[in-house]
């Protein structure tokens, strides 16, 4: 009986150092432990419309409610935001200071070596601001260029100062400001008729309750998209290198999220339109360059 229950207790001891073995070689992934606890930490910067925290200290934006709602089909409830200086969203992901980055970050080359992105959600070009109603209906580059009449603003040695450069506005008609603020208060004088910004900046400056009686130019067709200028930027969430495959699971859900509508509705609260819907793209495709 003894040696009955001394071979038992062998059995037992190996078959738990068998055990310890196989979780010795397989930890668990940031994947598993988002699933199992529910809860995933993103990285924001506190930058609208990205991602920030709202007057009562709550954290919103297109990005995290972005992610909110991917994650939520997933079980994944509870989203925890940390706010870091953008500069060092990446260097703190890649300390584990949280999961993934939802903070407006553009896909690049050099960004497409430090992490993981996920496919594409927004189709960020150049946008424009007019007064209300658009009263010299302007709806491009070319507009502008092909009507002197028209006063253009645009930020001294800025993207969209070379794109419309690139589509033929003539530099001495554009008007030079070295901020955001000076160009829209020209435009809120009538100055100038058009000022032009990223789309993010736009949806930004729209989003302050104390700017009144201008508007978005919609559609409006920027260089990048007539032939000129630089290729179009696409914005997307940031995953560790080694969590891939809780990124893949991101974009089925993303896939969802553009399909049903819900994207959609995401874009229109924070103030982007139809023309930042983001094509049909792999962040692969993006990062390879054939975006």
């Not at 994650?71 to 953008?86: P, Y």
């Not at 998209?225 to 997307?236: H, I, N, T």
Request: charged share 20%; aromatic share 6%.
């Amino acid at each position: 009986m003894a040696i009955k229950r001394a071979n038992i207790k062998i059995a037992f001891l190996a078959t738990s150092a068998l055990i310890a073995a196989t979780l010795a070689g397989h930890a668990e992934t940031t994947r598993e432990r988002v699933l199992r606890e529910g809860t995933i930490v993103i990285g924001i910067s506190n930058g609208s419309p990205w991602g920030y925290r709202d007057a009562s200290g709550q954290p919103v934006g297109f990005h995290p409610d972005l992610v909110r709602a991917a994650f939520a089909r997933l079980g994944v409830n509870k989203v925890e935001m940390v706010v870091t200086e953008f500069g060092a969203l990446i260097p703190a992901l890649t300390a584990n200071r949280f999961d993934a980055i939802a903070a407006g970050l553009y896909i690049s080359p050099e960004r497409c070596q430090l992490v993981a992105f996920s496919d594409p959600d927004l189709k960020l070009a150049d946008a424009a601001l007019v007064a209300k109603g658009n009263p010299k209906n302007v709806h491009s580059y070319s507009d502008v260029a092909s009507d002197p009449g028209v006063k253009f603003g645009v930020g001294r040695g800025s993207t969209t100062a070379k794109n419309a450069s690139a589509a033929g506005v003539p530099e001495d008609r554009m008007q030079l400001f070295p901020d955001i603020q000076s160009n829209v208060s020209a435009l809120l004088t009538g100055r100038i008729d058009v000022a032009a910004f990223s789309a993010p900046t736009v949806a930004r400056i729209l989003s302050d309750a104390n700017i009144i009686g201008l508007e978005r130019v919609v559609p409006f067709q920027g260089a990048s998209q007539q032939g000129g200028g630089d290729r179009l930027s696409y914005s997307a969430v940031a995953f560790r290198k080694q969590d891939s495959d809780l990124r893949d699971l991101y974009n089925t859900k993303l896939r969802e999220l553009k399909s049903d509508g819900t994207l959609a509705k995401i874009m229109t609260k924070y103030g982007f339109s139809d023309d930042e819907k983001a094509p049909d793209l792999s962040s692969d495709q993006v990062c390879g360059g054939s975006g």
